[in-house]
Structures are given as C-alpha cells and as structure tokens.
C-alpha cells in the first residue's frame, strides 16, 4: 500500500470507530465529536478506561498494535460492566465489533473507578505475559535482534554455530513493511513452518535515523534480495514462493562496495577505484587451494592450518550391520570396490578413533597425492614451508570465451575470482541505458524500484515510455563472503538494496560447535566477543562472570542489611 492509500485507510478507521463509539464516550462523560478526532480520540479513550496516555503511542506502533487493539477492545468492554468471559470472547473474535453492539443496543453504565488490577492468578499472568511480548518485540524490532550463523561464507570471521547480537540502532531500525505478522519471529512459525504473516497490506520503507552509514569491510545482516529460489546456488530460476522485502531470509556477508564506488575483482582481490581493498586484521578470506604432495596429504598436516573445509578417504571392512551404522554419522559418500570394502568420504574431522576402536571395523585412512582445501594465504604459505608438501596451488577462475550464467549479471565471461569493473548505484545517480548494460540494472529498475521494463532488443521502455537513461531511488550495496569459493553473494545475485538492510553484528554471545563433544562444544573462547573493531577478538566472558557474583554478592549483603535494620 502507498502512503496515500494508509491515509484513506486511517480515516475509515476513525470513522469505523466514530459509529461504533460514540455513545459510549457520551456515557462515560465525554463529547460525542471526541470520538470523532483522529489520535484525541484515543487518547480520550485511554482517560476513559482508566488507562496511560502514552499507551496510544503503541497503537501506532506495527506489529505491536496487533496486540495492543484486542487489549482496548477488552478494557473497552470491562469500563462499562461487561466483564465476563462470553464478553471478552465476543470482544476479540468479532474484532471489536462486539462493541458496535454495546454501543446501540445496551443499557450503558460506565463504571469510572473499576479496579485496574487482575481479578485472579491467571488474568495477573496473561496481563505479564502480554506485557512482556510488547516489550520484547519493542527491543527485537527497533533495537537488538538476535541471530543465528548457518552457513560458512564467513568462516575464519564468523563460525557456523555463533549466537550473535543485531544492532538494529547503528544503520537505522527500519519499521517493518509487513504490518500483519506474529510478534519475534521471522517468516514461519515454529515448530508448523506455515507463514508467520500475511502478505497484505505493506507499509511504504522507512528507516529511523542511524547512528553510521555502512562501511566498507563491515558485517551486514541484511534480506536476502532474490528469495526465495527453489533452493540455495539454484540457477535454474524455479521459484518456490514470494515474500515481502521484511520477511525475505537474513543473510550475513561483508559489504566489499558501497554506493558510488567503482569495484573490480582481480584474481580473487577486491578492488574499488582502482585500489585493492584492504580488509581488516579480523577477517581471514579463505580460497580454494589444491595441496599436492607426493607421499600422500595428510590430514594432521591440514588440520595444523586451522581449515575445516577438506575431505578425508578411508577404506573400511565392516563386518557387521553394527559395524556399519556406528560409522555412518561421519559418512558423506562410499562406493563398494571389488574386494568388497568400502572407499568412504568425510569431512575434515575424519572417523573419531573413539569409534573405529569402540566398533572394531577395519578403518584405513588414505593419503592421497592431491587434496583440494578451503585455506587463508597464510595457512597456504605455512603449508608450503612443510617438507611433507611438494606444492600449494591456490584456484583463480579466469574469464573465459564463454558466458557463465550463473555469475552476475548473467550474460557476461566474468567470474567468482576475475568479476567487472561495475559501478555501485547510488541514491539519485543516473546511469545512461542500453543493451549491453541493462542487465546490470534490469532487477533494480523491475523488483527493486517497482517499474515496469519492456525491452524488444532494440527500444528500452520503462513505464511503457522509451528510455535511455534511468536516476536510482535508493543507495545500493555489494554483499560478499570470506569464505571466498564457498559463498553465495553479490558475485552470484548483484547489489543489495538498501530496504532490505537489517542490521549490523556486534557481538558473540554463544558459540556452538556441533563437532565437539561434552562442554567442547562450547567454544569458551569466542563468548561474549565483539564481532568488529580492531585487533584479534577478545572474550570479556569473564568479566561478565565477575560482574554476576558481584552482583549476587551484593544483593545478598544488602538484603542481610535490610532485614538487620528491621
């Protein structure tokens, strides 16, 4: 909806309320016409029911209003006597229409100095727990939202299995687009996966004032721009539903380019404006290297670089069904050879000896004389001074002759590692159109920008009107990974608009780590960490711990000393 269509929609709401209150505020002592003027009227209605003025506020508040409507509409009822469960019932399934029916057909008797205060033990918890929902879905939406990392397009930076803090404060809150969705969650339900929201109606993008522009080299959770596909790295455009812009899925990367920039990648490297970007000492970018080593590569001698982004070959002779399910966990793929064994597959933390001696298969890990790892340059360059290592040779993806559709913009020989030079879009920034470029701009100027684009190969219409230039509405930005060959990004899906920015990361308060066992799993060392600044992270957990028995400790004394007193 437009913000003109909210404003027609406003006042039929006031409207709605006017004929269906207006007796009741007369009952109660006050002018009909007050009922009648848009905002006073509520806040006549909040003296009425005994209730906070400032509690209007909330009704103009998204997604907070849908709690706060149902709870004046039961208020409403109770000022004027009708306290019973059929009423509080009628009250809320008819959407406060029930009132309507109060106002013209019921002997109106407005009960000015009825008791505020819960009646029972379970009117006291449902008034908490309400309480409690709008304050948390306050801080969730306009302040600090917690966040989950699932993939490892940040590994080194960001693990998989960090609980992070969003700042919703730092870029500006944006006011949610989706007015019509369950309070702190994203876009299901839990537990049923059916929708959290509804798609209509929309409230026009605005974002609260910030307290810094986004940067280059900061982390960003922002909406994914192109959900939803069929499924992650899907080239084939199947797509399996649409979302508001709010409820697309959160991703998290590290902005490489910011409006107005010119930005190149050279060779893997990042450049803007012709120089290479320099990232900070936190981030630890990770490329596809082939490690060859005559002998065998073996597994030891990787997992002294710190990857976690390798496979391992083991041959196995199971001699039973026993045998075989208590290795399967650790599996990712196996074939039969002729002698009957298995060659298997797994990730980098290999089959635990725990359980090769706990089964007693046979397990016989293979070094074999080339290995394809995921390294940072100086995992490589310690790899290269191993004398076990005859060479390290890292991946670049060169143009070639051919069209790689699965890179951005879909109709160019640009690849993961050789990409552009492009120019970030900025806000009222116009860009001269034509056949060869307008693929950079087609999602903007269509999904993005919300026009209409006709193109017969030779005259560009947007709007149904012949254009050769178009001026950007809104600043854009270039989202990539660390995790340079493993990460769905900018290079994949192009430039993330500035509407679907969330927040910015800044701190680690649980880390998770599936791999370990017992309290290793926990990694101690990354709680309650910063996720940016400079230097290498450092864990204030203790501190934290310090702060907590000092304050237990202090509330015990103060209390001893108060009961003393007594």
Known sequence: MTAYQWFVFFLLVQIIHFLGTWKIYEAAGRKRWEAAIPVYNAIVLMKIIGRPTWWTVLFFIPIINLIMFPVIWVETLRSFGKRSSLDTFLGIITLGFY????????????????????????????????????????????????????????????????????????????????????????????????????????????????????????????????????????KSGRKAVTKPIDKKSNYVKRCQGTPGDILEIKDGFVYIDGKQLVLPERAKPQYQHTVYAAKGVSSEVLLTTGSTEFNRIYILKPNSEEQINAVQPYILNASQNQDKSFTVMTGFTGIPLKVIESSGIYAQEVYEAKNDVNLTLKGAEDLRKNASIDSVVRFIAKKTAAFDKGIFPHNTNWTVDNFGPITIPSTGKTVQLNQQNLPLYKRIIVNYEGNTLENNGQTIKINSEIANSYTFKQNYYWMMGDNRHRSEDSRYWGFVPEDHIVGKPVFIWMSWDTNGKGLGKIRWERLFTTVGGDGQPQSYFQFFLIALVAFFVGEYFWKKRKANKV
């Open 99 to 234: 009132i309507y029916y109060i106002n013209y057909t019921q002997q109106l008797n407005y009960v000015s100095d009825r008791s505020l205060n819960p009646e029972n033990k379970a009117a006291d918890t449902v008034s908490s727990l309400l309480f409690a929902v709008i304050v948390a879905t306050f801080v969730h939406t306009y302040f600090i939202q917690p966040y989950t990392i699932p993939t490892s397009s940040l590994e080194k930076s960001l693990l998989v299995g960090d609980f992070l803090f969003v700042s919703k404060m730092n870029y500006g809150a944006r006011v949610p687009m989706t007015s019509v969705a369950l309070p702190m969650v994203h876009d299901s339900i839990p537990l049923t996966k059916s929708k959290s929201y509804l798609n209509w109606p929309q409230i026009p993008y605005f974002r609260l004032p910030s307290f810094q522009k986004i940067a280059k080299n900061d982390i960003v959770v922002f909406n994914w721009p192109v959900d939803t596909v069929y499924r992650f790295f899907d």
